[in-house]
């Protein structure tokens, strides 16, 4: 009886099981998500979201290994994979911050090879924006970037991305020599970034072949060095470059490079020894890696990084010969860059930042601090311009000429007191940042590649520096200085008035048209139409509209002086 149940259970079955079993050879994989998921499937594991603001966030996903023990100043290593469900609700702590920047951020660690996924609501597949922070290599983080709304809202992903900083990103000690090359780590952890987008994204609903790597400062230089690096290539179709075309002409050589590093590493452990520390398996004469990688943390904190710092105090990517076989110069000059759609462009008063936080410092050392704007003693002295001056440009032009017939301190206003100030700004700006930028665009108009130049102009930019319960204490007005436009393309802070909301709009709309179609013009409607650069006449400017709007301008050349005879010491 029970065998006569079965067979006719098996008999009934038998046509049941004979469609799944069809079915299942004849399925396929599980299509990609066509909107953002509330849980992502990344290949080293799930990852849930936070809904806030309009899109869907993913924080603090690992791209990379943590840079400790063994892979220290080493390249970044495949990311563990992990069980259960990756939930975080903010950004992960910031990479060590290796200077005494004002802008350095709290709670850092170098268990930092993380990123942000933010992704907008809506049907995908999205175009991707992969964000690498400014602070100069040495400061900065993903947390600062955590409501990139003004961008994602106009149907994009953004990514942001954190990476080794200051001696832990770049030093290159010869004892670090890896496949013919040392140091450039904080760029290996961006590609390694580039990489997970490429693996990843689709899990997000992102379009892997739609890429976009922009930056502003630092991440503006990270930028030109990925178009410079072999490494890179493929890894992006597009780029954005914001204020980050100070550093073309002057990175160090692998030997210059691995001079300083071995100074930076020397003085500093003599420099722990005398202070008591312990631990330390080497001197400079027996340095090794392994002992490198070894050294307390104490040690890589308070006395490496330190001296890292004060030797070098605006670093850049080296050429190692690995990540950078050329500088990002020669390569340009070569033209051996990676050529994709451009953006790239500066803000009207860069160096304004700088002068800002001199003057900002002279008035914290004050007993007590002063808060008296009218008080103009803070101020840039006359005597230091020059030698300011001097400073920046290391000997590549004859200073007293160039103050004396190009930038007299008579042509900057009625106040003595401010004139040095507004001088200094002036100079340096055109010098380091407007004069690079448009270089670097004829070069790439010439190479036949889309270009596109910018110039952030609003003079009512909210500044970061000189601020204290909502009053301005400082001297001389900042106006549109180094990274105030971030503002305008991130939730930074309440913009203060429709002016402001208004420039945000318009710069959010150019940027993400140029993401997803390669021309800030295309999609979403633009108020006025940005001309392909063709000559320094076609520059847009960015500003509020009682400034000037936005609208293309002739000018730039000619009041950044880009043209005088001693710009030939320009990139």
């Known amino acids: 009886m029970k065998a006569k149940h079965l067979q006719h259970a098996t008999a009934v079955l ?19 998500p066509t909107s953002a998921p509330v849980i992502a499937a990344t290949a080293n594991g799930e990852v849930g979201a936070v809904d806030r603001l309009g899109m869907r966030s993913y924080f603090a996903i690992p791209f990379a290994a ?21 939930q975080k609700t903010a950004s992960a702590a910031p990479c060590l911050q290796t200077s005494n920047s004002p802008f350095r951020l709290p709670g850092d660690s170098e268990d930092c090879l993380y990123l942000d996924v933010h992704a907008p609501l809506g049907e995908g597949p999205f175009p991707v924006m992969v964000n690498f922070h400014g602070g100069n290599f040495v400061t900065g983080g993903t947390v600062q970037y955590a409501d990139p709304s003004p961008l994602v809202g106009k149907g994009v992903i953004v ?20 496949d013919g090359a040392a140091g450039n780590y904080g760029i290996m952890d961006q590609q390694a970034a580039l990489r997970w987008v490429q693996e990843n994204i689709v899990h997000f609903a992102g379009d892997r072949n739609n890429v976009t790597i922009f930056g502003e400062s630092a991440g503006g230089f990270s930028v030109m060095t990925h178009l410079a690096s072999p490494g890179s290539k493929g890894l992006f179709a597009k780029a954005i470059v914001q204020s980050g075309n100070y550093g073309n002409d002057r ?14 590493v020397d003085n500093a452990i003599k420099a722990a020894k005398a202070a008591g520390a312990t631990g330390i398996a080497c001197d400079a004469a027996n340095v090794t890696a392994a002992r490198l990688r070894s050294l307390p943390d ?78 103009t003693s803070f101020a840039l002295p006359a005597a230091a311009y020059a030698p300011t001056i001097a400073s920046l440009i290391g ?22 007191a401010l004139q040095p100030s507004l001088a200094v700004s002036t100079l340096a700006t055109d010098l380091g940042f407007s004069c690079p930028a ?60 429709d002016e402001q909301r208004q420039l945000q709009a318009a710069m959010s709309r150019y940027w993400t048209n140029f993401a997803r ?48 005879p001693w710009s030939v010491v320009i990139f």
Not at 251 to 262: C, E, F, N
């Open 14 to 32: 038998a046509p049941s099981l004979a469609i799944l079993l069809a079915a299942c050879a004849n399925s396929e994989p599980p299509s990609e």
């Open 66 to 86: 943590p840079p400790v023990g063994d892979l220290r100043w080493a390249p970044p290593a495949p990311a563990p994979k992990w069980n259960g469900r990756l």
């Open 159 to 178: 990514v942001n991305v954190g990476y080794r900083l200051g001696a832990m990103g770049f030093l290159a000690h010869p004892a670090l020599n890896q």
């Open 251 to 264: 990175q160090l050589s692998a030997a210059q490079m691995g001079a300083v590093s071995t100074s930076i």
């Open 298 to 375: 104490a040690v890589v904190r308070n006395q490496l990084a330190g001296a890292l710092a004060a030797a070098l105090s605006n670093p850049v990517p080296s050429v190692d010969g690995k990540v950078l076989p050329k500088s990002v110069k020669a390569s340009f000059a070569a033209g051996e860059n990676t050529k994709v759609p451009l953006i790239d462009g500066t803000n009207q008063d860069e160096y304004a930042l700088y002068v800002a936080i001199g003057e900002a410092g002279r008035r914290d050392a004050a007993s007590p601090p002063n808060r008296d704007p009218a008080n």
């Open 395 to 416: 000997g590549a032009a004859n200073v007293d000429a160039l103050v004396a017939n190009f930038y007299p301190l008579s042509n900057y206003g009625a106040n003595p």
């Open 438 to 497: 448009l270089r670097t665009v004829q070069r790439v108009a010439a190479q036949g590649t889309p270009v596109w130049m910018y110039e952030f102009r609003d003079q009512t930019a909210i500044p970061s520096v000189g601020v204290e319960n909502g009053k301005y204490y400082l001297s001389f007005p900042q106006g549109a200085a180094h990274s105030y436009d971030l503002q305008y393309l991130y939730n930074l802070h309440p913009l203060a008035n």
């Open 517 to 564: 179609t390669g021309d800030p013009n295309k999609g979403s409607g633009v108020a006025t139409t940005w001309p392909a650069f063709t000559g320094p006449d076609k520059v847009l400017g960015l500003d509020v509209a009682s400034g000037g709007g936005v609208q293309p301008f002739a000018s730039f050349e000619t009041e950044h002086k880009c043209a005088a």
